[in-house]
Structure formats: C-alpha cells, structure tokens
T-cell receptor, first 112, second 114 residues
Framework: QQPVQSPQAVILREGEDAVINCSSS?????VHWYRQKHGEAPVFLMI?????EQKGHEKISASFNEKKQQSSLYLTASQLSYSGTYFC?????????????FGKGTKLSVKP | DVKVTQSSRYLVKRTGEKVFLECVQD?????MFWYRQDPGLGLRLIYF???????EKGDIPEGYSVSREKKERFSLILESASTNQTSMYLC?????????????FGPGTRLTVT
C-alpha cells in the first residue's frame, strides 16, 4: 500500500535536472509532495489532484497520471537549496480524507 | 503562519517508562497525526484523529496510544517504552482549504529509549 518512490537517491551538480517518481498500486485521489531538509520537519511543496494536473513551485513542477497511478516531480536547473529528502504522500479513494500514505523518500544531493 | 509545536526536541527514557509526547497546533485544524520516521522507512503513520476524542489506528499502532481531549492538542503515549521505539516522532495537522488537505509538520521529537 505504501507508494514506491524512485530513485532512492540522486546526486546532481548545480544546474542539472532531476525527476523523482512515485507509483501506487491503488487508485489515487491525490498526491502530495514534501521536502525535508536534514534535521528539519517536512515542508509541503504541492498537491496534485486527478486529471493529469501539473503544478509548479519555484522551478519545481509535478504531474499526476491517474491512469498509471503515478506522479512525477521535476526539478529544473537545480540549486543547492534543493538538497533534501523528497516524499510523496498519496491519498487513496475510500481512505479517510486527509490521511496520507508516504513513500520511503528520495534523497537528493545537489553539489556545487 | 501555521504553527505545530511539539513538547520536546530530544528525549531520553528508560525501558519500561511511560512516555508522553505532546503536540499543539494553532490553526483550528480538524485532523492531527502522529508519525514515526526511521532511516530508509520513510514516514509511517501511528495514529490519527479527525475530531476531538476521535482516533483511528494507522499502520503501526502497536505499543502506542493517543489522546485528543481538545481540538488543538494531540498526545502520543508509549505505555511501556521499549528500545525498538527509539525513533524520530513527527506530529502533523491538516485542515481543509478548498477541499484540499495540506499537512503541516512539527519539528519532531527524537526519542531514545535505553
């Protein structure tokens, strides 16, 4: 039931792009993305609803493919401040509203 | 700004002790959550509450209980702490904004059970 994130870790140079994927075996109502910097609490990035909607936050955007039951997070022209662990949280149909199931996270390291 | 606070950042307890972790939110949110975070396992839900005195088990409720007597406060209780409960504990709250439930996290409590 826990969504699967890939890759588990990625190392980038400043300015490079990355894609983080989140896949579920269950039908999804929404997907939430969070970023957690070392020693800090997770911080909300964006929510995506069914319909293939895309959202953006700074140079970070995401898509949601309801049919494939997956979401992808796109980090463009990465900056040092993008380093951290990214979590997707999925909300399933039939689940309690607002109750998310989180993936194990993807650790992103951006080097100068 | 939404604020979720937790009573302690670091806590050291002995095996068998009763442990209380407190969480307070100031946004009048209906939902509150307790997670534990362990390396390589992500965030795992222990319990959540969608209203005062209402609670539901999450994925890993064994060894834990919760209390929500007031809307703004959600407590996690370890009845008899064990070493395998050494972990980072995160509290979160969420309330609907245009039908969407964004979760706000507290800073976490790192609990060590010796």
């Amino acid at each position: 039931q826990q969504p699967v994130q890939s890759p588990q870790a990625v190392i980038l140079r400043e300015g490079e792009d990355a894609v983080i994927n989140c896949s579920s075996s269950k039908a999804l109502y929404s997907v939430h993305w969070y970023r957690q910097k070392h020693g800090e609490a997770p911080v909300f990035l964006m929510i995506l609803l069914k319909g293939g909607e895309q959202k953006g936050h700074e140079k970070i955007s995401a898509s949601f493919n309801e049919k494939k039951q997956q979401s992808s997070l796109y980090l463009t022209a990465s900056q040092l401040s993008y380093s951290g662990t990214y979590f997707c949280g999925t909300e399933n149909y039939g689940g309690s509203q607002g109750n998310l199931i989180f993936g194990k996270g993807t650790k992103l390291s951006v080097k100068p | 700004d939404v604020k979720v606070t937790q009573s302690s950042r670091y806590l050291v307890k002995r095996t068998g002790e009763k442990v209380f972790l407190e969480c307070v939110q100031d946004m009048d949110h209906e939902n509150m959550f307790w997670y534990r975070q362990d390396p390589g396992l992500g965030l795992r839900l222990i319990y959540f509450s969608y209203d005062v005195k209402m609670k539901e088990k999450g994925d890993i409720p064994e060894g834990y209980s919760v209390s929500r007597e007031k809307k703004e406060r959600f407590s996690l209780i370890l009845e008899s702490a064990s070493t395998n409960q050494t972990s980072m504990y995160l509290c979160a709250s969420s309330g609907t904004v245009q039908g969407l439930y964004e979760q706000y996290f507290g800073p976490g409590t790192r609990l060590t059970v010796t």
